[in-house]
């Protein structure tokens, strides 16, 4: 069974600071990772090809740097990994990076299964999985917490929804994504580590190599655009209420009470 | 379209290489240079205090033409013959925008037996309501709610479609996008309209949540977007409204539908009502343990109020994820928000910054939350919320006068 796993570098953006004075952000030494949820969507292609034999290539749409997170899924295992990466895919949107995606895919040729996180950590749009499986026009099921069944036609999964879940089938080829309750991604082995790093080797593929249409990638074939970005206004700071934690909550009640919210 | 630096303007003060969210400007030889990181997200424009940095404004010509497309359309989500709460407050949203275009607001009804919602749905504000019904169509399925919705919009062209950003309509809009070779912006939180331009001004969290970001879709129609529940107030109904009921056929022959649902389970605990709770108690990594939230139950209770939790707590696995507010979690909007043991990093306060009144308990005075709380306590939540539970037994006693 031949598996696709998509992954995307992101800064960790959960350690972002902001500079107190400026009140910008500071980028400085915030490190990059691989997606969260696209660690479970590897976890979980590598746990179904093992017992089949199945072979796990991993796709990532980025810039030169993303080799690295690339190098960390073939320590965890994945067969082989590919970097589209060309000048011409920058600013592209979800719309434009799930057609180049698409295309990488149809180059590396047949497959059963696509694997992608449910949304990345920077733009958590959740969008790239489902436009990629349109541009394929395969079946997808997003926000998959537990796989089934699987053979060779069919997968069954459930499906989180807010109050629950539903159990989906759909045929094969069909693109999932992944929730993180699905599994605990693993970590690479020491073995692993050395033969990514030093012995295998990322493919790059560029949007010639894919055979992208001019027009169709990066910012030039992207319908959106940002038109700005800004720091998100914060309410000026409130009172803190002193004394004793008695005296604090007696103070905090009187106040409730006296504007009706209690 | 790109950023450009005029090399001549340049001072070299760095304002720009702090400003930029995803490190692209490199200095070189005292000048800024962008390199391939660049997301052409404007924040240098900004910054820059010589306006050496300028947009190229270039659009490249499309095919679309976006005047021929008109009128507001929103995503009516039912479930199972219930229509989601997250559909009223697209209608809310959504009449604003067709006020301030002109033009008549539209909901999108897709599913089995379903015509009787019409009425809601004229009475939350719907002008006309787009109905497609079929036994095919009683459960959510990607393939054939995309099928029925891609045909309305080739058919009636409408310049704006909202959606819910629920499990089911961030699973529909994507495809609806792709299939339409148009934009779409997740979880906005704020949507205008450049009228000059006529375009659709959809602001939304970037960077998990650490900065806003405004998207257009310039060119490509229709404007999609989705909007999180609980983010857009609904307007109060008025059942004298009637409107316009269009029916579309569903021709389930030439729709490839390739998944099945075969069960749906509903998990009783799952459901939180945070969204439209009017007080909520909510419990981050300095509760400590999954007991801690007893006492925060008891808060709740006696407060009429539900709880809720931080992702840190929720990550701890002290509480569901039913019950994570934040970034990722749900957004609430009470009259009261009691966040305790809550440092208040960004991600949660895009969550909760829209409650009326916000108390927070920290034992740590440097804790961010106190920035967008009205009043403060500082103090173990251990300690503090016992005597706010006391306190507010004395006065309810004492209220009874």
Redesign the interface.
């Known amino acids: 069974m031949k598996i696709v796993v998509c992954i995307k570098q992101v ?1 960790n ?2 350690e ?1 600071k ?2 107190p004075k ?1 009140g ?4 400085e030494g ?1 490190p990059t990772i691989i997606n969260p949820e696209d660690k479970n969507a590897l976890e979980e292609a590598l746990a179904i090809a093992a017992p089949l034999g199945g072979q796990v290539t991993v796709i990532s749409m980025g ?1 030169a740097q993303a080799d690295y997170a690339l190098r960390e899924t073939l320590a965890m295992g994945a067969h082989e990994a590919v970097l589209l990466s060309d ?1 011409a895919f ?2 592209a ?3 434009a990076t ?1 057609y180049a995606l698409a295309k990488a895919i149809e180059k590396h040729g047949e497959f059963s299964l696509i694997f992608c996180g449910r949304q990345a ?11 990629l ?3 394929l026009d ?6 998959v917490r537990r796989i089934v069944s699987l053979d060779e036609k069919y997968v ?1 999964v459930e ?13 094969l080829p ?1 693109l999932l994504t992944t929730l993180k309750e699905l599994n605990v991604p693993r970590y690479p082995s020491a073995s692993g580590i050395v033969t990514a790093f030093d012995e295998k080797k990322v493919a790059v593929w560029t949007a010639e190599t894919v055979g992208a249409d001019p ?1 169709k990638i990066g ?2 074939g ?11 206004s ?2 000026g ?5 002193t004394g004793t ?2 005296e ?3 103070q ?2 009187q ?3 006296a ?1 009706h ?2 | ?2 950023v450009i630096i005029d090399k001549d303007k340049c001072v070299g003060c760095n304002l720009c290489v ?6 692209a400007i490199d200095m070189v030889n005292g000048v800024a240079v962008i390199n ?8 240098c ?3 820059c205090s010589v306006t050496a940095i300028y947009r190229d404004d270039e659009v ?1 010509g499309d095919e679309c033409s976006p005047q021929s497309y008109k009128g507001v359309w929103v995503f009516a989500e039912q479930r199972q013959g219930k229509m989601l709460s997250i559909a009223y407050e697209l209608l809310g949203e959504g009449k604003k925008l067709a006020s301030s275009l002109g033009v008549p607001l539209s909901a999108v009804l897709i599913g089995a037996n379903v015509t009787e919602m019409a009425k809601d749905l004229y009475a939350y504000g719907a002008d006309t309501v787009y109905l497609v019904e079929d036994k095919e169509l009683e459960l959510y399925r ?2 054939s709610y ?1 099928a029925a919705f891609v045909g309305l919009a080739k058919k009636y062209m409408p310049e704006i479609i909202l959606m819910g950003a ?3 309509g ?2 529909l ?3 609806v ?3 339409l ?7 906005c939180t704020e949507l205008g309209i450049d009228l000059e331009e006529r375009i659709l ?1 959809q602001t939304r ?16 129609r229709p404007q999609m977007a989705t909007v999180r529940p609980g983010v857009m107030k609904k307007t109060s109904p008025d059942y004298g409204r009637t409107g316009n009921l269009v029916r579309e056929a569903y021709h389930s022959r030439d729709v490839k539908v ?10 009783m605990g ?2 939180v009502n945070l969204e439209d709770a009017k007080v909520v108690v909510c419990g981050g990594r300095g509760i400590g343990s999954a007991a801690g939230f007893a006492l925060l139950e008891k808060l709740a209770q006696k ?1 009429g109020g539900v709880v809720g939790a931080s992702r840190g707590a929720v990550d701890a696995g002290w509480l569901s994820s ?1 019950h994570q507010v934040g ?2 979690g749900k957004t609430v909007h009470p ?2 928000y009691i966040a305790c043991g809550i440092s208040g ?3 949660h ?2 969550g909760m ?1 829209g409650s ?5 308990i920290n034992k740590n ?1 440097a804790a961010p939350i ?10 173990d939540v251990h ?2 919320l016992p ?2 539970i006391a ?2 037994e004395e ?1 309810t006693t004492r ?1 009874a006068d």
Not at chain 1, 121 to 131: C, H, L, M, N
Not at chain 1, 159 to 167: K, P
Not at chain 2, 36 to 43: H, P
Not at chain 2, 260 to 267: A, G, Y
């Open positions: 800064p953006t959960t972002v902001f500079d400026t910008t952000l500071i980028r915030l810039p000048r920058a600013g949107d979800t719309w799930s950590i920077d733009g958590d749009t959740a969008q790239v999985g489902p436009e499986a349109e541009h395969i079946p997808h099921v997003t926000y069954v499906r989180a929804l807010e109050d629950g879940y539903e159990v989906v089938e759909s045929t069909a027009a910012l030039k992207s319908p959106t655009q940002v038109k700005r970005t800004f720091t998100p914060v309410k700071t409130g009172k803190i209420l934690h008695k604090a909550v007696q905090l009640v106040e409730l009470r504007k919210v209690v | 379209m790109t702090s400003a930029c969210p995803f490190a391939d990181q660049c997301t052409l997200c404007g924040a424009i900004e910054m490249e990607t393939e995309t629920t499990n089911i961030r699973d809009a994507p495809r996008a792709g299939r070779v148009t934009g779409l912006t997740a979880d001004l969290p970037a960077f998990g949540g650490n900065l806003m970001a405004t998207i257009l879709c310039p060119v490509h390739r998944t099945r649902v075969r069960e749906i389970v509903k998990e799952k459901v407060l039913g970034q990722t009259k009261l990093a960004i991600q306060v895009a910054q009326k009144m916000i108390v927070a005075p106190f920035k967008v709380a009205d009043y403060g306590i500082v103090g300690q503090v005597l706010l306190a507010l006065n209220g």
